[in-house]
C-alpha cells in the first residue's frame, strides 16, 4: 500500500495506472475508520483495479470548533485496516496541500434548497466545506468510480449535485452503498468511540423509531408524518437523548418534507446523546401491487 501526501504524487501514481487502462475507485474519509468505510473499500476493490482512500479530517465543514477538536484522530490504526483491506492507495495531506491558499474566500457552491433543510438549517456553511474538500480531492485522485456510505444521505444528495454541476475528467459514477450497521442496529459511525456502553444501548432507539414505522405502514395505521415525526422524538428523548434537531419525513431525491405515506420516502434523524450528535435514516420503498 503507498501513502501520498501530495497531490502531484498521487496523481504520478494514478498516471502510472491510467496508461494501463485501469479503473480507479475512490473512498473520502475523515479517518477514524469502522466497518462501514472498509465495506466502501471492499465495494471499490470489487468494481475498481486500483481503490484511493482519502484521509482528511476537513477543518471547513465543522461549525463547531470544539466538534472539530473531539473528531477521533486513528491514523496509525486506520492505516493497518486500510492495508488489511487490500487498499492500493492512501492520501494523507497536511491542511496546507488542501488550502494552500488558506481557509479564506472559498468558493461559493449553489446547492439551493439542499443546503438549508435538516443538514444544512443545524450546521451553516457545512455543506459548502463539503464540497469545498471533496471538488478538491475529485480533482486531486480524478476517479472514475466515488463510492460514499448512505448514512450521511444528505451529504450524498449535496456530492450527486456538485458532480452535475461541474465537469469531471472522467465523468465520476457515485456509487452509494448501503448504511452499515452493528449487530445491534445501531448506524456504524466515527462518532461512536465517544458512546459509554450503556448510551450505544439507548442510541438504539433510532433504529427502533424506523421499526414502529414501518409497523405502523404495514398495519395502515392512519397518523400525519407531523404525528410520527412528533412521537419518534419523543421516543429518543424517553430513552436518554438530550434533544433532537430534526426527524424528517423527505422525498429521497429533493429531501423536501412530504406528508404522503404512499409513496418512496426517507426518514432523517439527528439527535444528541451523550454529547455526541448522532445522524441516521431509513428509506421506506413503496411497493407497488404485483403486476404493475
Known sequence: MKIFETKQALQDFIDEHRSKNDLIGFVPTMGALHEGHLSLIEKSKE???VTVCSIFINPTQFNDPKDFEKYPKTIKEDLQK???AGCEAVFLPPVSEMYPEGMHQLPHYPLGRLEELWEGAHRPGHFQG???IVH???EAVRPDLLFMGSKDFQQVAVIRQLLAQYSFKPTIELISCETV???SGLAMSSRNVRLSPEQKIQALAIYHGFDKIQKAI????TCST???ERQFAQQLLDAGFESVDY???ADPESLEPISDLSQTFVVLVAAFIGGVRLIDNQLFYHELPKGV
Not at 218 to 221: F, R, Y
Request: proline share 0%; net charge negative.
Open 218 to 221: 404495514q398495519e395502515q395505521i
Open 82 to 84: 486500510l492495508e488489511l
Open 130 to 132: 463539503v464540497c469545498v
Open 47 to 49: 468494481q475498481s483495479a
Open 136 to 138: 478538491r480531492l475529485l
Open 181 to 183: 450497521r452493528e449487530t
Open 247 to 249: 426527524i424528517a419525513f
Open 226 to 228: 407531523k404525528e410520527l
